[in-house]
Structure formats: C-alpha cells, structure tokens
C-alpha cells in the first residue's frame, strides 16, 4: 500500500468505513475494526481480510497476513476503518465476525 487517495467512506454492514486507504500514514494509531479491501479491474472494491485492534495504524503495518493480501489481490490494496472509541475489544471481535461471515475474506480465521 503505496498510495495516497482522498478522504472518503465506504458502508460496509451498515457502518461508515473511513477510506479505503491505500498508504498507511492515512491510518490513525486508535481502536477500531479494518477491512483489507482490494479495487479489482471491474471497479469494485473486494474484501479480502478483516479485523480489529487497539492501534489500527500499528497493526496494518506490521500485519502477519500480508503475504495473504498479497497473494490475493488482483488490483490496488486498501484498508477501511471503522475507528471505534468506547467500544470494547469484545465489540470489536463482534463486528469483525460478522462481516467475516457475510463477506467470507480468503485471508484470515473463518
């Protein structure tokens, strides 16, 4: 993820999702739930990992399942962020599994 674009949203499970981000200087050091999303040739963007953490920014780079992102991505890898401050780790967890399940990512636990 090496380029920058413009502030925007994406509604994933009927939250707003900062981003997609493609450069993680975007990315703020807070708790929240991300989704490694990849722009396909048709346009669209693909969702292919997602997860949670106390520190989003810190997490996506140095994320064990990049190799994954990488083996799966057709186009241009970006991240969305649902920054959630006064949620609770188990909250987080909630809401990763459930876009888990309606989007089943090739990357990460099912």
């Not at 413009?6 to 990315?27: M, Q, V, W």
């Not at 994954?68 to 188990?90: F, I, N, P």
Request: charged share 30%; net charge neutral.
């Amino acid at each position: 993820m090496n380029q920058r674009t413009t502030s925007r949203s994406i509604r994933i499970k009927g939250y707003d999702f900062e981003g997609p981000y493609t450069h993680t200087a975007n990315l703020r050091n807070a708790a929240g739930v991300y989704v490694v999303l990849d722009y396909r040739s048709d346009e669209k963007w693909w969702v292919i990992d997602v997860g949670e953490s106390e520190d989003v920014r810190a997490r996506i780079e140095s994320h064990d399942r990049k190799s994954c992102w990488e083996r799966h991505r057709q186009g241009t890898l970006g991240v969305a962020v649902l920054y959630t401050s006064g949620w609770t780790a188990e909250q987080r967890r909630q809401l990763e599994s459930q876009i888990r399940i309606e989007y089943t990512p090739p990357c990460g636990d099912r």
